[in-house]
């Protein structure tokens, strides 16, 4: 069946850096564009980053530009998400998605001094 797992995230002060990782089984893996969705608390769930199939092509939410940087190792059906100069309103549960079909269980990442 198909998973994806999360892990990372957690409890980080403003301007730090986390990285979330996602690792797929039970599809293939390298035909499937990726995404991270974030939902923070009274808030819809909004795209964070998408990457193809093949990792040469990547978009961002205006939101986290050169900030966040999404990255995939398809050797390792793992997708990451890079987050750098966290601010307070990044923070939210975290999401994987392949795109119409699978999300993953989420992830809490919380930006507090």
């Known amino acids: 069946q198909v998973q994806l797992v999360q892990s990372g995230g957690g409890l980080v002060q403003p301007g730090g850096s986390l990285r979330l990782s996602c690792e797929a089984s039970?599809?293939?893996?390298?035909?499937?564009?990726m995404s991270w969705y974030r939902q923070a608390p009274g808030k819809e769930r909004e795209l964070v980053a998408s990457?193809?199939?093949?990792?040469?092509?990547?978009n961002y939410a205006e939101s986290v530009k050169g900030r966040f940087t999404i990255s995939r190792d398809n050797t390792k059906n793992t997708v990451y998400l890079q987050m750098n100069s966290l601010k307070p309103e990044d923070t939210a549960v975290y999401y994987c998605?392949?795109?119409?079909?699978?999300w993953g269980q989420g992830t809490q990442v919380t930006v507090s001094s």
């Open positions: 990457i193809s199939s093949g990792g040469n092509s990547t």
């Open positions: 039970g599809f293939t893996f390298n035909h499937y564009t």
């Open positions: 998605y392949v795109p119409w079909r699978w």
